[in-house]
């Protein structure tokens, strides 16, 4: 399918980017969930990274029966940051959602979403709660981020949010909107850019949540973060064209939130407070140690899942806002 323009008279109000990689397993069902939504104006972009599995059969099929759906596919696999940026250079909605080929979203996800971001110009991001299934889909537990301590007309206030707290960043994937994106990191190639990207959206506008669970993230042990422990392979994994090289993602990671603060237009006071913040940033969540590991990876690659290893297994679990469902 060639690459259609970003403009037109008939686009939709929302754009859905999935992004994946031999996704056989969970590709049917994240695009089942997307054409089964209450709220029907969207396109689903689906951005295939050059699978060798059945995807592109899979998805192909989906497209013959339902125009909304439209499927690219790359020569080669980029890597999952230029991947999602490809999807996200195709749309042509209102809004924007990052889909993970193993998530699903619950049928009135859309409609909350969209009704939420209508009423509330100043919002740049909206999602919802978050439920955990399982491989077969079974409810794990739900996940309130907390993005609604964002929705604060300080800039350096929700800086600090996403910035100082330890949160998962699930919101990453939430719908925003796309005129806000423009001229940001999006998906950048290191480790933790979900989080430099959440940072720089804060300081363009309000967060608010949706407080139902009606998006269903997957637990497996395919998922980047379960699969990829050393260094090395986490960077290869995000860009293709990085592998081999250094990788030092915390350092990356802070340099791209004092670009952010440098490069946003924010009056004087803000922006003295959002560099307060990060002054404060080395003494929080750890960063000092990661940091330090980042350094010892050049030499030890798998330094840094390690220390993971040993930090949840020492001081238990990242905090936040996690309930586990009881068993059926």
Request: glycine share 8%; proline share 4%.
């Amino acid at each position: 399918m060639s690459r259609a323009a970003n403009t037109g008279r008939d686009a939709p109000r929302v754009s859905v980017g999935l992004p994946v990689f031999n996704g056989e397993n969970f590709v049917a069902d994240a695009v089942d969930s997307v054409l089964r939504q209450s709220f029907a104006d969207f396109e689903l972009i689906v951005q295939d990274n050059a699978s060798t599995d059945r995807t592109a059969a899979i998805v192909r099929g989906f497209a013959a029966r339902d125009s909304r759906v439209r499927y690219f596919r790359n020569p080669r696999n980029l890597g999952a940051a230029p991947n999602y940026n490809l999807a996200y250079r195709a749309a042509r909605g209102e809004y924007f959602k990052w889909l993970a080929h193993d998530d699903r979203l619950a049928p009135g996800y859309l409609a909350a979403t969209v009704r939420m971001l209508d009423e509330r110009p100043d919002a740049v991001l909206c999602n919802a709660v978050v439920r955990y299934i399982g491989a077969r889909g079974e409810p794990i537990g739900v996940y309130d981020s907390g993005l609604r301590q964002a929705d604060v007309g300080s800039a350096a206030q929700r800086f600090a949010r996403m910035v100082l707290s330890s949160h998962s960043c699930v919101d990453f994937f939430g719908v925003i909107r796309r005129s806000a994106m423009l001229g940001t990191l999006l998906h950048g190639s290191f480790h933790g850019a979900d989080r430099a990207f959440l940072a720089q959206m804060a300081l363009r506008g309000r967060f608010v949540q949706v407080p139902d669970a009606l998006v269903e993230m997957r637990e497996h042990g395919g998922r980047y973060t379960r699969s990829r422990v050393r260094s090395t392979e986490r960077l290869a994994w995000h860009d293709a064209s990085l592998s081999g090289r250094v990788n030092f993602s915390t350092w990356r990671l802070y340099a791209e939130y004092l670009k952010a603060v440098a490069g946003e237009k924010l009056p004087a006071s803000e922006r003295l407070k959002c560099y307060a913040v990060l002054a404060r940033w080395w003494g929080v969540n750890w960063n000092a140690v990661r940091a330090a590991v980042d350094v010892v990876a050049v030499i030890a690659p798998g330094a840094p899942g390690l220390a993971e290893r040993v930090k949840a297994r020492v001081f238990g679990a990242a905090p936040g806002h996690f309930i586990r469902e009881p068993r059926q």
